[in-house]
């Protein structure tokens, strides 16, 4: 009994130990486990700058919207479509279109001649018009490209008409229409065109109150422009002067011209011209034979009805060749364009001569050449433009044309004079 009261002790000791051991090393743990760092506070001035950066944040950050309650197809494309700047859905091209000629037309309406010139008149409305109806391809069917585009072509058709509309005006009381030509030659005074039919007819011209007519004015080739010296104009009291110069009626007369049409002798020329003055555009009051004294002196010449002062005319035979197979102006017809150079620079130098010997009254002389006939288009184009550029004052009537020119003027004076 002893020795085991003896041992017990000494294990209690040793477990006693043990233990104590133990508890020294769970000690520091659960101090180590229940020991907590302090928390973190934020400064106020940290605090307000995290602030000021969510706000920044969501200031940024896009506005939610809600999505549209309809998903169509159409609806989902027209809420595609923005305008610069803003969410505002775009016109599209018709409302723009319209929008835009509606400007156009209150702008050009309100501004002033010159202006609406300046707006319109460098080639702006001819390619509005020329984009109206697309050109026809080299080798393309006529009909079948209007067929492809027979709304813009009836569509240029009402245009064209409505140009009409607006502008060929017609004359009261009779059956003519004014319109304007599309160049104005001269700044003081307007040119038109008068006639049975819109933008047809004889030249006009309105200039310090007086109306005068161009009745010998010259064709042009297509796209070609003509000036002032395209034409002589002469007013409806000159032209009524001129016939009573004539001798016999006009139906007579009309008709010994074309008798004449095989004539080349140009004294048979000559003769006519001196009995019928008005059959060069009703400009002369007289043509007549000068009683030469000087070689240097014109045979023939015109006293014109609206100053009294002479031209010159040069009478060729008909037989005349004036423009090569070359199409340019030939030698042997140059030196009738230096002839009637030198002798024009001859009567101005001599006009007090002339007046004084001869009553010849010489005021900035025209010098017509008679001459030829059978011109195409284009050999009158090619004459007229060198005849500009180079003998300003010098006019080429051929015979053929003198024909025509007869039967135009009797035909529009008639029932004006």
Known sequence: MATKRGRAPAKKRGASKRQGKAAKSSAPRRAKATKSKPAKTKSPAKAKSAKAKSAKASAKAPAKTKAPTTSTKANREH????????????????????QI???????VGRVSDATAETILGDGTLEQLLA???PAAKKGDAIHAHLMA???????????????????????????????????????????FLEGSTPYAGVVGLLRDGVLRYGLNVEDGKKGETLGPLAAD??????????????????DDALKRLAELR???DPSAWTSFLVDQPWVLGGQHTAISHVARTDEELPQVTAKRAFDSAHDVLLIEPPST????KTGKVLVSFRERWLAAERLRTF?????????????????????????????????RAVVRREMEMHHAAIRLITYDRLEALAARTAAFFAGRI
């Open 233 to 250: 104009f002469v007013s409806v009291a000159e032209a009524k002067r001129s016939f009573r110069g004539g001798e016999g009626s006009t």
């Open 149 to 191: 585009h027979k709304r813009r072509a009836s569509l240029l058709a009402r245009l064209r008409h409505d140009i009409n509309d607006a502008s060929a005006f017609p004359i009261p009381e009779s059956e003519l229409f004014v319109a304007p030509t599309r160049v104005q030659w001269f700044y003081d005074g307007l040119t």
């Open 101 to 107: 000629l509606r400007e156009l037309r209150e702008i």
């Open 131 to 133: 984009s109206v109806m």
């Open 347 to 379: 009567v101005q130098r001599q006009a007090a001569y002339l007046k004084r010997e001869l009553a010849m009254k010489i005021v900035e002389p025209r010098f017509l050449i008679v001459a030829g006939r059978g011109l195409t288009p284009a050999d």
């Open 262 to 264: 095989n004539e080349d």
């Open 321 to 324: 060749e004036i423009v090569g």
């Open 79 to 98: 809420l595609k479509k923005t305008v610069p700047g803003g969410t505002a859905p775009t016109v599209d091209d018709a409302t723009r279109a319209k």
